[in-house]
Structures are given as structure tokens and as C-alpha cells.
């Protein structure tokens, strides 16, 4: 408990310092906020290895309370708790240990920037808030993580304020991530509802009696709870983890300072969706159409962000696509029940991606802060070690064997397969071989335009070109050990059964692979790797006269199918007309109209009309008297008599 | 056991406070510094009487407690008497902290008539205090109403260039919803024979003949509806805070429109159960419509105050949801969805306030990249704006997610259409920040100062209060349990 409550709280130690010296803007005090941010993130790492060793090896659940919360009823407490198992130690490691080597590196990426203890800051709080969501015993706290990593997120693309394309990235990825949300939170309250808990090990506990539940929407409209709240947990894990529909913000949240892609939008933060699907997967198994749409969801992603990263200019966007494409691996597989594997290709994925998208950060950190790949070109030369590691980097993703992502995406694929031969449609699985060939296609598609060919850059940025520093080195070299050597490590640990405890009960089947399954995706990869090289070594010049011919479609393709256009027509701008209509013909138009002014208009009109009773003339008002006389006197005589 | 009266001393100490200033004489100068002296100094004092009541205040209790009456007026039930219980507590807690920050907050921003302002100023104090102590319906009346006066004032005569029509709009609408009440309360009082709230019991609904009763219902409905406000009865509210004075609209969001929640949950939940569970989808519905539209129309605004403003309407449709959905977590959610609405508002009115002294305008468009000129003043807005986008850790979240829950129990539709919000608070909450805050500095913002160290203190109070209530709730739903429970039934 105490390791764990370690792990979770020195991120923030860190962090608050770091923060406050950024607060009262005390400039010399920078070299602390960066030492303490770095070792705390050390600290932290190391006791999460040690806490992950223990947890996994001795088989033990750490779980605590710390402090009471939102007491819901006297029996019903939501609490401040930690709950330790495998799948919360084994992201934990990750999570801190990347975060340690992105610290690192940002020492050097940032170097001269004027606010970088707020920067430190930033990055430590992102760490803490996503520990405490992996670490979290219940939903509620999870949700707090996973708000609290939204707003680090929002904190980190929006880094540069002044910059205004940032500033927008910034809002709509936390309010995209907002409406995945509400997806949370009706999960969240459809859980007490249900189990009157938020608690996790509680409702697994209380699942075992397991009877169906309804919540009745209308009269007439019942809904299945577990299926009820299965799909509002999938509404927000599609948010956070960039699934087709909801992943307009993570191309954009690019914004941001190449170390915060790596870490947030690479590693850790956009697979917090996997995780919670992981998580709750003893849920998901009693919702089966609700897992038919994660694999649906999970394979379109996939297909539909690969071959969008074909298309992009920007050498971040396309590693940005490629994230978005492996977490639609990483959802097919929760589709499917193999759970293990999703949570394996999340670890080799973390290390892979994040070592692209720093040597990404080194590559544009060489070229003078040009993003554009179209004016890069033959930088081997000059920085040959980056060029290596984008090298390793680009095997693992593509899976050629022995590169750690070879393992996971293997077995993610097998396991498409034993889906197909299990009932399911074999669509998925053609989807994830071609969606693999790309994959291989567009990373030597990166390769061939940053690094061989002519440099298209101008002089000045081409005399400035120079290898990164070995601040910005070692991290990344650490992290291409981990994109080499994970796989192979730690397959035989992730495919022994019953891996994440207490999260399923399920027994994952095995199936009788053929021989041709077992090497299709490697030749897949190989094949989309050398089409690529033929592609843009040779074929250059055809190439340029095939896209100037479909220029259009590949513009669709390049603005990611339009789907912002898309978005922005549909509902942002009907939105703010609405507002506005609402404001002038609603609020002014209607209440206050016919409301206050309406009514003082009549006060006003009225005794504008009553005023002409007052004439002031003494003959006028004889008269009224006397109509009045006359008028009672007749009544006397007539009626009473 | 008669205990010390520490309920009315807190009520009377203001007073005394507007009589003393009374005779303040002197140069204008002098009258200035003294009567602000003294009136912060009333407001301390009557936070650390306040002090006491907390301590006395036992949360094990579920009636009223600390009871004081004086009977008056030959019997007629008009006697004198106040007492509190766990929810009148906490909203004295939040006029007693908020009230010396309101005073601090225009230190030195009000130079015309500073006796007249400072007397408002703690009349309204008292008053508010008056209508969360009372125990009779018709001494409740009077104050809810007396509030209304200094209000009147503050707006009418420090308020902005359209303050006449403000100041109209106010009294028209709440004067109209007062009458309502004032019908309902004699009709009630003169059936039950009593005008003590304690006397007010379920059984009033079932002793009337139906139509009676849901007239009742809808006279007392529409009376708080106006306070709180909600739609349709809202459009003074924005026209109120534009034309008030910082520190009249730091109290209006504050307290003042608290008071048709607590009235909400005194007298509809107490008197009316069954009739309030029958109208609940009425209310629910106009509630969910207030989140929508006033989130809409908050987006839709560029006066900063306007937007405050309606965010403001947005927040209490949670309040009416959580107190309407009758159930234990659904009030305390509502109470604490006030407590925090009331210190977040607060929070935001006070950095409107502090933008506006600095560059005097309060066009959203004339301003961006505050951040780089007032860093600090960046972050004590950034946190405020968390709050009222409720992010959790913040009390925000608290209540909105205890409202959430409750509805969702009551009724899944509603609590579906409920999670709207959550969208909503964000699109209107950052693009504020984002206009004002972020971007390149504009030319009104080139010069400002960043925040002083009175302006800091204010809102790390404010923000303490805020990440208090976010973090550790328990210490505040405590106080609330017992007192709930009795209330409601589920």
C-alpha cells in the first residue's frame, strides 16, 4: 500500500513544485523545478517496477482506502482508494517509466523555452493523474484520472498560448473528450443504479449473482442495463482512445510540444480507453452486442487511420494516425475477449510510439521546427543515430519478427482469426492484415521522404542540421531497447492464462493456427515495406503524376474524410446559430417581450387610456354624475320597485 | 437549557453595524475609510459568531436547533423565532464567508455615497441571514422580500448606464412572484392555524381539495422559480448582474439566488412531497431546459458578466433537479451544487471585476492574451473556470454528479438528458478563457497589472473553499445527512 501510495503521489510532489516556482515566475529557479520533476518521475518509476514485480510475481492485489469521499447513503461510501492488481501494476510501470524518459528528453527539447518549469509541471501532473486513474478502486476516482488527464492534456497541446492553432487543438480535444465523458458518467451512475457501488472489486463481486436488469427509458422503451452501461463506458473509451467518430482531436492535439505527443497522445493517455475496457471487461462480457460494436469500432478505426496516414504531410500527423490505427487493434481485440493481447500490444506499442515520436521531436528539432516531410529529405547523413532509431521503431510498429511489436500484433491478429473460425466474420481479420500492410507502408513511406532522397529544405535551416544532444539521445535509446526487447520478453509472461486477475473469468481458447496464418502477416509487412521503398525510390515521378490526377480524392483522403468539415457543418455552426437564435428571438424576442416589457407596455398603454377620463372639464364630469344618478335611480325603480 | 442566542445576534450584528455607520461624520475622505472599516469589521464579526453557531451546531440533530423565539403580536402566530438546521447552516456558512470578501473585493471600487452603500450592504447581510433563520412563514416572507430593497438600490444607484431598466426588470418579476408566495403563505397559515415552518407538514397538500392544492403548489412554485431563477422566469437575472455593481452581483449569484433553492427545499419538499413527486417531470423538463439554453445562450454572449450570468441559470437547473428529485443524495447534492455554485460564481464575478477595473470594458472581443501580461490572474481564473465546468476535485463535481445520480434513479430518461451539461459547461467555459485568457495579447490588455495580494488572498479563499468541498465533501454532507433524512423519504 505504501509503495503504491508512492507511485501515485510523488509525480505530484513534483509537480506542485515545479508549478509553484512557475507560479511566482522565479526564473532562477528553474534548474530545481527541473531536477526535482525529473528525479520525482525517477523515484516513482523505480518503486512502480519494484511494485509491479511484487504485484505479479507474489500474485497479490494491493488495495486501501485513504479517505472517505462522496458518502452516498450510511451503507454506501464512495472512498479515496488504491487497488493494485497486475493490469494496474503492469501500466503503471509503463506509464511512469515512459514518463521518465520523456522528462528526460524534455530537458533538452525544451531547453531555452521561458516557461519550462511550468512545462515540468505540466508533465508531472499528466503522470499523476494518470496513475491515479489506473490505480483507482472505483469508477468514480477512475473518472476524476481520467478527467484530471483531460485537463493535463488540454494544458499540455494548449502549451504555447499565444499560438492560436494551439489554442483551438487545445478545446476541441478536451470537449471532444467531454462528450465521451457523458458517456462515463451515465455509465458511472448506471452502475449504482444497478450495484448501488462504484466500487470495482464490489461490483465484480456482486456480478457473480448475476440477474438481468432493465432501465426504463420511456413506457414503452426498456433497455438492457448491462447494455445500457457497457455502451456508455465504450462512448467514452472511443473518446479518450481516438476511435473513429470521436477522433477528431488527437490529428489536432499534434499542437503541442512533441514530447506531450509522445507521452499523452502516443503511450499513455489515449490508451486509457484500452485500459478501461480491460478493466471493466467482466462487464463487457455480459453485454455480447456491445463487444460486436467494439470490434466493428476497433476495425474501422484501424483500416480508416492507416490509410488517412498514407496521406499526410506532417510527419507527426502520420505517426498521430498510426496511434489512432493500433488502438483500433487494441479495441478489436477487447472485441474478441483477448484481453491479454490488447494489454500486450498497449505495453509494446507505448515503447514504440513513444521512440517515433521523439525521434520525430528530433528530426524536427534538426530542422528548425519544420513539421512538413514534403521539405525534408536525406538527413541520414547528418543525424545518423536518429535515423537508426526510427529504424527500430518503424520494425517494431510494422511487426517484422523479433521487434517487440511482431508479438502483440501476431497475436492480435491470431486471435482475429480464431474469431472468424469461431463463428464470428472473418472481415476483421482482412482488415487487420491489410490495415497491417499499410501500417508497413506508411512508415517506409516516412522513412524514404525524411531521410533519403534530396533535401528540399532551404539553405539556412539545411546548414543548422545537427543530431540531437544526448539528453534528448538516451531517452530514446532506452526506449528502442524496450521497442526491440519487450516483446520477446514478455510474451511467454503475458500469454500464460489468468494474467489480469479478477478482471475475467474467462479462459482465453486457443486455436490450432495453420501454417500459412502463422506467416501471412510478416509477408504482409514485407510486402508493404518494399512496395514503399519501390515506391518512393524509383517510382517517384509516377507517383506525383498519379496523385496531380486523383488531386481531389486525395485531398478528401488527406483531410482525414472530411470528417471535421463534416462536424463543424452538422453541429458546431447549427450550435451557434442556435445559440444566437435562441438569445434574439427566444430570450428578447419572446420572454422579455411578452414577459416585464410586455407588461409594463400595458401599464403604460393602459393608463394612456385611462388618462382621457381626466378631461378637467367640470361639464364632462357633470354628466358622468349624472348618467350615474339616473343610472342608480332607475335600478331602484326598476329592479327593486 | 436556554443557550446563548447566538442566531440572532448574528442576525442583529449587521444591523447594528448599518446603524452605527449612520453616524459616521467627516471629511469625504475620512467617511470613506471609516465606513468601509467598519463595515468589514462587522462582517468578521459576524463570521466568528458564525463561528460559534458552527460550533454549537450538532449534525446529529434532524429538526431545527439553536431555536429563539419571542412571541409578538398577541398570539396571531406572527411571533419571532428562528432556528436552524443542516441545510440553513451551510447557507449561512456561505453569506458569512462570503460577505467580509464582497467588502474586501470593492475596497476601494465604490467612491460615490459610501454610507448609503455600506448600510445596503449589511441591511442585505442581515436580511439574507433573516430569511435562513426564520421559522415563520411570514417573518421568512419579509425578509425574503426586504432583501429585495437594498438590492434595488445597489444596482439603481451604483449600477451601470441602463441600470433603471435592470433595477425595473428585478422588482417586476421577483415582486410578482412574491405575491404569489405571500398568497399561498396567508392561505396555508390561516388553514393550519400556525405560521411556524414546523408546523408545515405533508399533511397541508392532502387537506386542501385538489385544485387548491396544486394552486398552492404552482403560487409557491412560480414565487421561487423567480428567485433562483429558472426558465421562463430567468431574463432578469442577466440584465441584474451587467448593471450591478461587482460586488452586488458577487452577492446576487453568491446568496442571493440560494434563497429560492432553501425556500424550494423548506417549504415544497416539507409541505408538498406527493404534489412536487407529481410535477417532477415538469420540473425536470424545464430544468434540463434551463442546461441546455442558458448554456447555449452563455456561449452566444460577449459581456463577460452576461456570460457568468447565464452559466449561472445552467447551475441551478441542477439545483432544482437534485431538490425536485426528492430523493437523500438528490438534496444534498442540490445543497452542495449551491454551496459551490454560490463560490464559484462569487469567484468569477470577482475576476470579471478585477478585468474590468484594469482595462474597463467587459466586451469579450477587446480582450485575449491575458496569460501573457497577468500569468497569475490567468491561473486563479483557470481554476474558477474548472469549477464551473465541474471537473471533478472541484465542488462543482460533487454536486452535479450526487444530482446526476439521483436522477438517474428517479428517472433514466431524465438522467440521460441530464449528462448534456457536461458538454455543454465546457464549450461556453473554455471559449471564454480561450477569448480572454489565450491568444495574442490585444491592445486594452498591454498594460494591466497582474493580481495584488488583496485580489490573490480573496480568491485563494474562494479557491480553498472549492477544492475543500471538491476533496472532502464528507465534512459538508455530514452536517446536511440528518437533516435530509427526515425530509425526504427515500
Redesign the interface.
Known sequence: MIMAAAVLWIPLIGSCVAGLIS?F?QRTMDDVAKLVTCMCMGVSALVALDLAYDVIIAKKIVHGEM???????DHHKITWGLYVDSLSAIMAAVVTCVSFMVHIYSLGYMKGDKSIARFMSYLSLFTFFMLFLVMSDDL?QL??GW??VG?SS?LLI?FW??K?SA??AS?KA??TN??G??GM??G???C??VFDSVSIPEILLKLTTFDEAF????DHLTINAYTFICISFLIGAMAKSAQFGLHVWLPDAMEGPTPVSALIHAATMVTAGVFLLIRLSFLFEYAPSVKTAIVVIGAITALFAAVVGLFQKDIKRVIAYSTCSQLGYMFMACGVSMYSAALFHLVTHAFFKALLFLSAGSVIHAMSGEQNMRKMGGLYKHIPVTYALVWIGSLALAGIPLFAGYYSKDWILESLYGYAMDGGSIIPYIIGLSSAFLTAFYSWRLISLVFHGDCKADERVQSHIHEAPMIMLIPKVILAVGAVFSGIALVGFFTSSQLISGAYVFTEIEHHIPGLIQVLPIMVALSGIALAVSVYHTQRNKLAIWLVRFKRASAIIQSGFAVDEFYRKAFIKP??W???F??HH??KGL??RY??NG??LFISRLSGALRYLQTGNVRDYAIVMIAGLMGMLGYVVVVIK | MISFPFLTLLLVLPLLGAVLLFFIKGSPVQILSNTRAVALWTTCCTFLVFLFVWQEFDPAKSHFQLTHQIPMFGGMGLEYSVGIDGVSLLMLMLTSVLMPLVMLAGWSSIQTRPKLYYIALLCMQSFITGAFISLNVIMFYVFFEAVLIPMFLLIGIWGGEHRVYAT??FF??TFFGSILMLVAFLVIGTYVNSFNIVDCKSVIEESFTSNVSHALWWALFIGFAIKIPMI?FH??LPDAHVQAPATASMILAGVLLKLGGYAMIRFHLLAFPNLSAHYFPVVAGLSIIAIV?AS??A???SDMKKLVAYSSVAHMGYVTLGIYSQS??GVKGAVIQMVSHGVISAGLFYVVDMLYRRTHTRDIHQYG?V??IA??LS?MAFIFI?GLIS???TSGF?GE??V??AV??VS??F??LT??G??LA??YG??FY?QV?????SEKVQKIKDITLKEFAICSVLILIIAWVG????SV??VL?NTVKHMVKG
Open positions: 507560479f515566475n479517505l472517505s469521499w462522496i458518502p452516498l447513503d468514480l473518472f476524476l478527467e484530471g485537463l488540454y494548449g498560448f499565444h492560436d489554442n483551438a478545446m478536451f470537449i467531454r462528450i465523458d457523458m458518467v451515465l458511472i451512475v448506471g449504482i443504479a432501465f426504463r427509458l420511456t450550435l451557434q442556435l445559440g444566437s435562441l438569445y427566444i430570450e420572454i422579455d414577459g416585464p407588461f409594463a | 425595473y426588470k417586476l418579476f421562463p431574463t432578469w439554453y447555449l445562450l456561449w452566444s454572449q437523500a443524495i492574451g496569460a501573457s500569468p497569475k491561473v474548472l471537473l471533478p476535485i460533487v454528479i450526487m446526476t445520480i438517474f434513479k433514466q430518461l438522467g440521460i449528462v448534456v457536461i458538454v465546457p464549450i473554455l471559449s480561450r485568457f489565450l491568444g495574442k495579447t476533496i472532502y465533501p464528507k454532507i455530514d445527512d
